[in-house]
């Protein structure tokens, strides 16, 4: 009988730390998670909380880390690879690293640029694209569309099993700091939810006719006149965001005459919010659980690294 | 020799306070200010800090009190007058209080419903908006615009000396807690000027190609690819804000065909940039020192109370 081979992958971006215990067909073992994000840690703070992870799970192989981690932020500042990008191409630039002794890999962020001419930046995303591309082969096709929902929302163009252009939003940030200080603060008191006010803010913020700066105004204005309770003027404020988002997706991939499903792969109440405004532009859209396709992403990796070490 | 009869003005806001010691003349003999805020007070608090304001001032008559001081976070809550508001609406629906003793008037605020049907609301503005009028009485004939660059920045429609429809923007503020926390921190380390990022900024803000979701995380992506220093990308990320808001403006007031010079009545630093941003647009401006028009705005107010009394 020969023993299971066992290897980790650690997502570890700015504010969090999620972790996952492998096998080579894939099996999620375990998982951990930790508020100890790599803008919170020096570097002996780091080698103790990836020491702790790494030790937790002994009798493990190779250990791939994924975020903010490549960054100046994190252990080392590892170059962004221009798109197109696929498994390939992460795999050809692993950066192997020392981490108190114990030896690691560091995937790279990916990099493009717009039709706009604008420079766009992922870290930790393109692991979890690959993860997609890996339970979901259709997606290898051209011409494919996928969306991260997050604090930093990513809408990616693949074609052929490769990442081709992406464009972020940070659309949920805004309302993260809105509601956590200043004028809207008081007035949004609950959470948001797919709800009558949630539709009334993704069509008005979706249609243009003016933009943020006035309408999030609005949730303050018709709190004040009576018009929006605490839950229905954070709602109604996500509406409007996420409204704002979707049309910019639909102007840079037009995605209301997008053929087939978007899949969906991020913080689940968040990605069902995106799904019931999708759903308000007759877009498809589909939620994937997000460890099951970072657990997917990592195993890619690490069946192509042992691929290459034969 | 009749001697001199003196009053005051103040202007309580949330985050500030700013008194105004005037004579019949509208001449402004002292001014103070301080941060106590209405939200920073509770009751005892707030009638310590007006007792101290007024007593710093013997001699005086009358006590016009404007701003957040006649909401439920300040004294009383005093209901908003509904558009059209000019200086008479407002003298009628003076509130008198008493304040440690002393006798003083609350301003009302203004609120309209926009041609979008959305409520709208001011308090404090609509005394800058008396000031106005009173300094410049060519802003009395039918069909004028004023702007009031700030926090939440007021764009108001006048017509025969009355307030008849406005709207608000906070892109300042979404720019204030984006600069303070979180991904933009970092990256927007100096201070907004008129520079070349800036007039790059309010022209793509403008444009309403994409969003502020967007175009807001690509101040982040410019700065990490070395496009954009730490002062450029606060001037830049200024741009897209005020940008974004003149766009409003524009779709709302049509300010790009406007005979004549808008009005700019706000932080002088903020003005300044509201200004270079319109030029940009071929629209006048011309800005007007804001303590002069308060005082002119208690001024109207003091002198047409006179005439009630008599």
């Known amino acids: 009988m020969v023993a299971k081979q066992f290897f980790i992958g650690i997502n570890w971006g700015s504010s969090n730390l999620r972790a996952y215990l492998l096998d080579e067909q894939g099996t999620l073992c375990d998982s951990t998670s930790s508020p100890k994000g790599v803008t919170k840690l020096d570097y002996d703070s780091m080698t103790d909380t990836f020491l702790e992870v790494v030790n937790n799970w002994p009798y493990t192989d ?31 630039a692993l950066s192997p690293v020392e981490i108190g002794g114990r030896c690691a ?8 640029s ?14 979890e694209i690959i993860g997609m591309l890996a339970v979901a ?13 997050g604090t930093h929302s990513k809408w990616v163009q693949l074609s052929e099993g490769r990442i081709v252009e992406f464009f972020t939003s940070m659309g949920s940030e805004v309302f993260d700091r809105l509601a956590e200080k200043g004028l809207l603060n008081s007035v949004m008191t609950g959470e ?40 229905d003027a954070a709602s109604y404020a996500r509406g409007l965001l996420i409204g704002a988002e979707i049309a ?59 691929v290459c070490r034969q």
Request: with cysteine.
């Open 114 to 127: 717009t039709a706009y001419g604008d420079p766009e930046i992922m870290r930790g995303e393109e692991l």
């Open 105 to 112: 890999v560091i995937v790279p962020g990916v990099r493009c």
């Open 62 to 92: 190779s250990v791939y880390l994924s975020g903010m981690i490549g960054s100046p932020m994190g252990w080392t500042d590892i170059p962004y690879k221009a798109c197109p990008v696929g498994l390939n191409e992460l795999m050809n």
């Open 192 to 231: 948001a939810h797919v709800s009558e006010p949630f539709t009334k803010g993704v069509r008005r913020g979706a249609s243009g006719a003016t933009g943020l700066g006035r309408l999030l105004f609005g949730v303050r204005a018709q709190a004040i006149d009576g018009r929006l309770s605490g839950d």
């Open 137 to 149: 082969p259709q997606l290898a096709k051209s011409g494919k569309i996928a969306a991260l929902p």
């Open 248 to 306: 910019d997706a639909n102007s840079i991939y037009s995605i209301t005459s997008y053929q087939g499903s978007i899949p969906l792969v991020g913080n689940a109440p968040l990605c069902k919010l995106y799904a019931a405004a999708l759903e308000l532009f007759d877009v498809s859209s589909h939620i994937l659980d997000a460890d099951k396709i970072a657990g997917a992403g990592y195993t890619a990796l690490h069946r192509q690294a042992l």
